[in-house]
Every structure is written in C-alpha cells, then in structure tokens.
C-alpha cells in the first residue's frame, strides 16, 4: 500500500526527516514551509517539490508530518486530522496539555493515527536490550549536550529531558507517586540544566538529569532490577547487560565469576553480555513503523496517548521546580 507523505517545516530537524522518508517506506510527495528562501534551498538540495500552501499540500497527501516549531504543533497538526489526514508529529507533542488531549480527540472523531516523535524508543542501542528489562527499581538517566541558540526559548525539559521522560514511563509500568525537580537558568531565560526525580507508585525510582551547557555529549541510561543491571549508550549505540544466576553445578570455565554467599547459600554466577547492536538508522525506523501502523491498522508504537503522558509528566516536573 503507497502512502503519500507531506512535510510541514524543512528547517534544521525537517531535513533529517526529507532525508529519511527519501529512505522510507512512505512517498515523499513535497514539503511546505513558511520561509521561501529555507524552501529553495531545500528544494534543489533533495530535489522534492515545495507546495505553494499548507493547503495544497495537505490535499496531496495520506499523512502529514509536523516538524515546525513546538508552538505550532496543535494549529497545523489540527487543521491535518480535520482534512482526515494521519498526522507524525515530533516530540513534545504541544505545547500545553489541553492542546494534546484535543488532538486525541480529535483523532477519534476523524479516525486518523496519530505518532509522536521520541526517536529514542528506536534507538538500536535500546532495541537491543528492551526485551530484557524486566521490573525496574532504579533507573538513572544524563543527557548533556553543548548549547545551541536555536534552543534558547524552549525549557531544556522539553528540549532535552522529555526524551528520557518518556523512556521511563514506556518501561515502569506504575502511577507516578512523587516528583522531585530543580532547575537552573544559566544561559537563557529558562533552565538550562534539570535534575528530576520521579517515584512511582510499585517503589521504582527515575532520577533524570539534562543539561545543554555540557562541554560534551552524553545520552546514557543505567537500569537496576532484580538480578541484572543494564546500560544504554544512546550516543555511541552500545549496551551492555550484567546479570546474576544460581549456579547448580560447578562450572567448567576456570574464569567464571562465582560469588560464594556462604554456607547453605547457593552460589551465585556474574554474566556479562553485550547484545548485538543493530545497524539501523532511528529516525528511517519511527517512520517506518507508522507506516506499518496505519496500513496494519494498529496503535502506532509512539501513540498520542504515549505522547500526551510524557507532556504532562514534563509539566509536572517544570510546575515543582516553579514552586
């Protein structure tokens, strides 16, 4: 099944995205942006065709996909689910939570697929090991990165820590019970670097920090549960699993790391294992999965619902460290 797909903003992300549906399941029909000049250029640079109007790209489309700024999302997203269209939408959703409970319902009265963009959740790195996460109790998480001024107006909880925010509510399953958060504003006029601690309902604790004023990048993930610890470097695509097992006979590697935890106590046994790290690229994924979610007639693996969760969640936090 072809499925006909229109950009909305071909600024700095809305290349990556010409970029990937140029590798994509879905047919890249054209982009519209405001900027004539932004336009051109992108046009003769991928050579795909930019619509004239909104309008008229919508009309020439199966799906819409909104990379223009956070504070346009709910107006172009809107105005693509009440011409029927299915609707991509990048992370964070909206701006405000009543924006993205309307577009849920709008999606039910217009029978449209919404995704939300938290590329994160196809990160190969943490593919590689989601089917071993079992129960988590604590969970940490740094992403750091050097400071761009095309950020400076948007808090670094919805720049940045909204990425790990949804990371934690798609593996704890539990009610949020507690949030703790600070932030400071170093550079711009909102903060620049957050620390969230958020403690839920079963006894799992995330704490999260972000930072865009780090001299380097960092985007790691480390996960306790019980018998195992596990890493994600989302930067540098690597994980790694620690694990422990009973051992019920001796074992025959004279390297094997046995714990000995004393007498009547069977022995425990260290593995360490690095998952096979796919070569894949996250974006070209997320966008192929939409696809197969609206040809397959499914819930899309990133839904509005995930979207609208990981927005108020990030509210939350931003509303204690206001206090």
Same mark, same amino acid.
């Given at each position: ?160 820590? &909204?990425?790990? @925010?949804?990371? $934690? /509510? ?7 019970? +507690? #949030?703790?958060?600070? !932030? ?56 790694? &699993?620690?694990? @422990?097992?009973? $051992? /019920? ?7 094997? +790391? #046995?714990?000995?935890? !004393? ?61």
């Amino acid at each position: 099944m072809s499925l006909k797909v229109g950009i909305v903003g071909v600024g700095h992300f809305g290349k990556h995205h010409v970029r990937c549906h140029q590798l994509g399941k879905f047919d890249l029909v054209g982009f519209y942006d405001i900027n004539q000049e932004t336009s051109k250029a992108v046009e003769q640079e991928f050579q795909v065709r930019s619509f004239p109007s909104y309008d008229a790209l919508i009309e020439a489309c199966d799906v819409i996909d909104v990379v223009v700024p956070t504070s346009d999302h709910y107006d172009v997203s809107a105005q693509a689910i009440r011409s029927g269209k299915h609707v991509f939408i990048e992370k964070p959703v909206t701006s405000t939570i009543r924006e993205a409970a309307h577009l849920k319902k709008l999606a039910t009265q217009h029978q449209v697929k919404i995704q939300v963009g938290h590329i994160e959740r196809f990160n190969p790195a943490f593919r590689a090991v989601q089917e071993f996460i079992h129960e988590p109790k604590f969970i940490e998480l740094h992403r750091l990165g050097p400071f761009h001024p095309r950020n400076k107006d948007v808090p670094v909880v919805l720049d940045l820590l &909204i990425h790990d @925010i949804d990371i $934690v /509510l798609n593996l704890v399953k539990s009610n949020v019970e +507690l #949030i703790r958060s600070s !932030g400071v504003p170093v550079i711009s006029h909102s903060p620049d670097i957050t620390n969230a601690r958020v403690e839920f309902e079963n006894k799992c604790v995330a704490n999260m920090t972000s930072s865009r004023i780090s001299l380097k990048k960092m985007r790691k993930l480390r996960l306790f549960q019980p018998g195992a610890y596990i890493t994600i470097d989302f930067l540098n695509k690597k994980s790694d &699993i620690v694990s @422990i097992h009973e $051992v /019920l006979d001796d074992p025959t590697d004279p390297f094997a +790391l #046995i714990m000995d935890l !004393g007498e009547g106590k069977p022995k425990k046994q260290i593995r360490f294992e690095k998952p096979e790290v796919a070569d894949k690229n996250a974006m070209v994924e997320e966008l192929n999965s939409f696809h197969d979610a609206i040809v397959n007639d499914t819930i899309p693996e990133v839904s509005i619902e995930d979207g609208y969760n990981a927005l108020k969640l990030a509210m939350e936090i931003m509303d204690f460290m206001n206090r």
